[in-house]
């Protein structure tokens, strides 16, 4: 069964990210959260299978706020595992910024949305 696991805020624990209600906050999250996902990946390696590391709108009382997210097969060891892994940081390699590592830059989706005009793009979506 597909589910997803909550891995974190849009930056590593021990660093500040932008908060919601600060100026231009969905695209300041957006790109912090993209940056968060290019360490994971440089740590923990690409996701297995079919599984992704995503960037996930959440609806609340006073407003959206933006969360890293891993969507897995649940029936797979290795996708729970690969995701467990991060959670945890057993490697203990997410707790800062990794200086090496910068904003991969908007995805195709966003690209494609900026090329249309629009703005607020749904990741729940994709």
């Known amino acids: 069964m597909i589910t997803t696991m909550y891995i974190g805020d849009t930056t590593p624990c021990a660093e500040p990210c932008v908060q919601m209600g600060e100026d231009d906050y969905i695209p300041r999250a957006t790109k912090e959260a993209r940056r968060f996902?290019?360490?994971i990946r440089k740590n923990y390696g690409e996701e297995p299978g079919l599984s992704v590391l995503e960037i996930k709108?959440?609806?609340?009382?006073?407003?959206v706020y933006i969360s890293v997210e891993y969507r897995y097969d649940d029936e797979s060891n290795t996708h729970a595992q690969y995701g467990?892994?991060?959670e945890g940081d057993v490697k203990?390699?997410?707790?800062?910024?990794?200086?090496s590592v910068v904003d991969p830059g908007p995805s195709d989706i966003e690209k494609a949305a900026a090329e249309w005009g629009i703005e607020?793009?749904?990741y729940d979506l994709f």
């Open 37 to 39: 996902i290019a360490q």
């Open 84 to 86: 467990l892994d991060i």
């Open 120 to 122: 607020d793009i749904d």
């Open 57 to 63: 709108r959440n609806h609340h009382d006073h407003g």
């Open 92 to 99: 203990g390699v997410l707790e800062h910024w990794d200086n």
